[in-house]
């Protein structure tokens, strides 16, 4: 799987861009190769995320922009799973970005927000920062992509090792099956009945998730 996070000019897709981007890949539970780059948004960067990031228009005037990025994006993401804490807000940036260099991706994510908030109820809440501070999973710098990377495999380990003989894992990899895949048999007809509810932001076509 691929560790991800991005930084970016604020919270609006669409508006907003993305001014940073880390990733790491890890195999057999090890990080194994990363990839980590400031990225132009051709836009300037509110004081406000300077002080929250640490990355200014200075750093920008080397920087490439998003286009002359994606191919190396997409090839180092490649089909792997794709890890990330509110992972959603990454993809809602980093997704409409690969639009818009003609790229179309399909990607299977999983939330390390979501998992935190079973593994951990305790804590007032379940923002990385917060986790990062009850886990000790970093004393250095947040709010850097490549550093947040590291925080959010690090705590995915932490959630790993506190159910070590737990359905949890198996149903991290269950729910990483596309969910284009799934299939009931006629008799089944789980839904039956119901009223469903589509919600929220989707990483994956509206079509997929009716079916």
Not at 1 to 11: H, I, M, N, S
Not at 39 to 52: A, F, L
Not at 150 to 176: M, Q, R
Request: proline share 7%; charged share 20%.
């Amino acid at each position: 799987y691929v560790v991800l996070d991005v930084e970016t000019t604020g919270l609006k897709p669409g508006t907003d861009k993305i001014i940073e981007i880390g990733m790491v890949k890890v195999s057999d539970g090890k990080p194994c190769d990363e990839f980590s780059s400031f990225v132009n948004p051709e836009m300037s960067i509110p004081t406000r995320i300077t002080k929250i990031t640490g990355i200014t228009n200075e750093d920008m005037a080397t920087a490439p922009v998003f286009s002359s990025l994606a191919s190396q994006i997409v090839s180092f993401l490649g089909d792997s799973l794709i890890l990330g804490h509110n992972v959603g807000f990454d993809l809602s940036f980093l997704v409409p970005a690969l639009e818009s260099c003609g790229i179309c991706p399909s990607f299977t994510c999983l939330d390390t927000c979501a998992l935190a908030k079973k593994a951990f109820p305790e804590l007032p809440n379940h923002k990385l920062d917060t986790l990062i501070g009850a886990l000790s999973l970093s004393d250095g710098q947040t709010h850097r992509a490549l550093d947040d990377v590291y925080c959010t495999l690090g705590l995915f380990n932490k959630i790993c090792e506190k159910y070590p003989d737990s359905p949890l894992l198996n149903a991290v990899y269950s729910c990483c099956t596309p969910i284009e895949s799934f299939s009931f048999s006629p008799v089944e007809q789980p839904l039956a009945g119901k009223q469903l509810f589509l919600t929220g932001t989707f990483t994956f076509p509206y079509s997929a998730a009716k079916k």
